[in-house]
């Protein structure tokens, strides 16, 4: 029962592996590894996000490169572990999401399934949200249903937030309903705004957005966008929340400093304000997503979310990091399984459906 669960999310920062153990039903998570992608890949992926020239080739190109680099990872992965590839039934590859528009009735999410299974010599189950739109859904999150099987209590509401680029919020309730959708940003807009003014991928720790002090006119000029009142399901990428919607927010002369603090309450605001509308009587709240590590807004966070406790997924068992990895590893058992990956109730499809598209080894 062992499956590699492969996530390269909206952070575009690498991607993260799972070796996963079902045979209890709950996974248990043998060996995790970690590939860093380069500054070139990452600045490609990135203008794969917009509209340019030669696109179709240039993505062509960068899902081959990614599907070397998804086979770098299993095989750190599976040599870390010790685990020969004949061991793992398949791989659940999220692919890297280049364009996500439901609205129009498509999604897009490059990585070359097909020659990851030729590379690792192992089946893999890939393209989980397609299946998803084409019943009418979001597409996204997809988590959700891995959060409820993972994290829900009968004893008490719960909610998860996985803070990635992009946070989304699961609804676990005492009474087995579960619900959901993105929120907003999580880091993507942080992230980006670091790269610019410090040079580094990420604000660590959250240390610079928390020396500067937020901007009041920039904070509620972002939070009017029509997004954050939309009714869910709904959910969003890198197709609204980019440095064009930023700058278009901008004034011109702002601290960059005070952009980044501006940029973490957009964060956070924009969760608790889902989470008094949706998710009010939520005791416990479950954090996950890279964003978890971010000191300065995990502070706010339990500040806005209290009285509801506020705790990552450490206490659960399960490194916030490797969550949704180990969640496209259940998704790609359930594929091969028959078994549904979706819950409508969150993503607005029309009914269950079995998720991913299979490429045998």
């Not at 248990?28 to 992608?37: G, M, T, V």
């Not at 340019?52 to 040599?79: K, P, Q, T, W």
């Not at 957005?209 to 939070?223: D, K, S, T, V, Y």
């Not at 806005?304 to 997924?313: G, K, Q």
Request: with cysteine; proline share 5%; aromatic share 6%.
């Amino acid at each position: 029962m062992f499956y590699v669960g492969l996530m390269s999310g909206t952070s575009l920062d690498g991607v993260d592996a799972v070796l996963a153990d079902f045979e209890s039903g709950k996974p248990r998570l043998i060996a995790d590894a970690y590939l860093a992608f380069d500054a070139a890949l990452r600045l490609e992926l990135l203008a794969l996000n917009s509209p340019g020239e030669n696109e179709i080739d240039r993505a062509a190109r960068v899902g081959n490169e990614l599907a070397r680099n998804y086979a770098a990872a299993v095989s750190a992965v599976l040599a870390g572990s010790k685990t020969p590839a004949s061991s793992v039934r398949a791989i659940g590859c999220h692919g890297q999401t280049i364009r996500h528009r439901p609205e129009r009735g498509y999604t897009t999410q490059i990585g070359n399934a097909a020659l990851l299974a030729e590379l690792t010599g192992i089946r893999v189950v890939a393209d989980f949200r397609s299946r998803e739109v084409a019943a009418g859904g979001q597409g996204a999150p997809l988590a959700p249903a891995f959060h409820a099987a993972l994290f829900a209590d009968p004893a008490e509401d719960r909610v998860t937030i996985n803070l990635g680029g992009i946070a989304n919020l699961t609804f676990l309730n005492s009474d087995g309903n579960v619900s959901g959708f993105d929120s907003g940003p999580g880091n993507c807009l942080l992230d980006l705004w670091a790269s610019r003014h410090l040079g580094t991928p990420h604000d660590a720790g959250g240390s610079w957005a928390a020396g500067g002090q937020a901007i009041a006119g920039l904070l509620e000029r972002m939070l009017q966008e029509p997004y954050f009142a939309a009714a869910p399901p709904k959910s969003t990428g890198r197709d609204l929340f980019n440095e064009n919607w930023l700058r278009g927010k901008l004034r011109g002369g702002e601290d960059p400093q005070a952009v980044q603090a501006t940029l973490l309450e957009l964060t956070a605001r924009s969760l608790a304000n889902a989470l008094a509308r949706h998710g009010a009587g939520a005791r416990r709240i479950i954090v996950c997503g890279g964003g978890a590590k971010n000191d300065a807004l995990m502070r706010r966070l339990a500040e806005l979310a209290a009285p509801a406790a506020l705790e990552t997924s450490d206490r659960h068992g399960i490194d916030p990091q490797l969550v949704e990895a180990a969640a496209f590893a259940w998704l790609a058992k359930r594929a091969l399984e028959g078994q549904a990956g979706n819950l409508p109730s969150v993503t607005g499809a029309r009914g269950a459906r079995v998720l991913g598209a299979i490429y045998p080894a």
